[in-house]
């Protein structure tokens, strides 16, 4: 076994020096050692002058370190109390001596973890530390439930608005007017668009230097902090803090909101969702919709919409959106294509094989082992893909499209999507339904199961969108 001797001496204690120096305990160590069977010593960790109130000594940090990386099976000390003074440190150490399964063994105490008995005692001791632990979250929680109580704030990110002082909040004058004039536009206009514009018209910037985006003012909005309450653990609390804002104003903020709130239930099922990236600015385009009314009637239109566009305004990305449905039937009646049309494939794939700025594999190096794109292989891919996905509804359709589809590049002038690849079916993983396809080494017979790679490569697709795909922008 491969033993770790420790020594420590106090910086203040000249009897330790005298009758307990790193020295002797190292001679008593080693006679310890001595006396059993097939142990030796593969160093010594020795500290003189340090306390044993805290863990920042060198030489045991140099020991916590060997230990991490395997090369020590015991820790052998003369005392616990060379080891730590602290039971919290004492407590510490012996988990992460259990964590990489290291004995530890005090000689005069007889404290030997690598014994039934030595680990009865350690398991005792862990337990209490961890009863210690959770009786000092719990009296944490009540201190800070008591501080809601007395509308004193618990700490945390300082709303804007205030500033922090003396563990207390102060009102900020200057960024107090901003609070107002968020409140004042919205409870006038009604639009939190408009709330936002008003800002962006006065540059008005956060404390970052950045204008203010969107969930930011809505944030602000909900934040019962600026009545001069607190809200702690889903409880309200009368603050100590000054309001900057009445609490009529507040209220009426909240009506606003929750008037505005749909009840019209989304039913369109977005296939592509988490996929799609627009290509002008690298935003997520997320899924949303809009109500338009003619005639008493209402209809509800679906989109893929530019991320930029909600936490900035319209202009701020020439993409903006694009119809979901002429999206989602645009690329799944090309790729129903591709996979019938064998020479297509073969120009493809001839292309990705020997086009080093073809964007397949990118950032990648081909070894040895690599093997060049199959069009056989990725036809196959594509008819699973197709197949299955008529077999599939609901969240597992949604499911099945993201173990084939990478992600989708978005523009007005081509739309770009990353397949997952792998030569390998028997690979392939989670995805269970009948199948025959292809012939020779990659015909599958009916009921296998077809599975998707753990590493997969990536196979590029370039579609020119036809006309009329982008929705008309208002």
Known sequence: ??????????????????????????????????????????????????????????????????????????????????????????????????????????ITERFDTSTPAGRLLRNIMLTFAQFERELASERTKDKMLERAKKGMWNGGLVPYGYKRENKKLVINLKEAEVVRLIYDTYVTTGSLFKTYNELKKQEIKDRQGKIFSKSAIHYILRNIVYTGKLNYAGKIYQG??????????????????????????????????????????????????????????????YYYRCTKTFKMDWNSCSVRQVNADRLENFIFDNLERISNDKIY???LVFRLNNDPESGYRSGHELTEESSPLSSQTLQNILKIFLKSLAYQKGIERNLLIKKFIKNILYSKEQIQINLYYSNDFDTFKNSNFPLEIGSGENKKEEGTSVNFSENPQFVLFKMAPRAGLEPATT
């Open 240 to 301: 100590i803090h000054q309001p900057i804002i009445s609490e009529e104003l507040f209220n009426l903020a909240q009506e606003i909101h929750h008037e505005k709130i749909k009840t019209l239930r989304v039913y369109k099922d977005f296939l592509l969702s988490g996929l799609v990236t627009c290509n002008d600015c690298g935003s997520i385009m997320t899924p949303c919709y809009t109500n338009k009314r003619k005639e008493e009637k209402r209809t509800r239109y």
């Open 345 to 347: 494939l073969e120009n």
């Open 1 to 106: 076994m491969r033993c770790a001797i420790y020594t420590r001496v106090s910086p203040d204690n000249q009897a330790e020096k005298d009758f307990s120096s790193c020295e002797a305990q190292e001679e008593k160590i080693k006679a310890f050692v001595k006396s059993q069977n097939n142990w030796e010593v593969l160093k010594v960790y020795s500290d003189v002058g340090y306390t044993g109130a805290n863990l920042n000594r060198p030489a045991l940090q140099e020991l916590l370190q060997d230990i991490k990386i395997g090369k020590i099976n015991a820790v052998l000390v003369y005392k616990i109390d060379r080891l730590t003074r602290s039971p919290k440190d004492f407590y510490q150490l012996i988990e992460i001596f259990e964590k990489y399964n290291v004995s530890f063994i005090s």
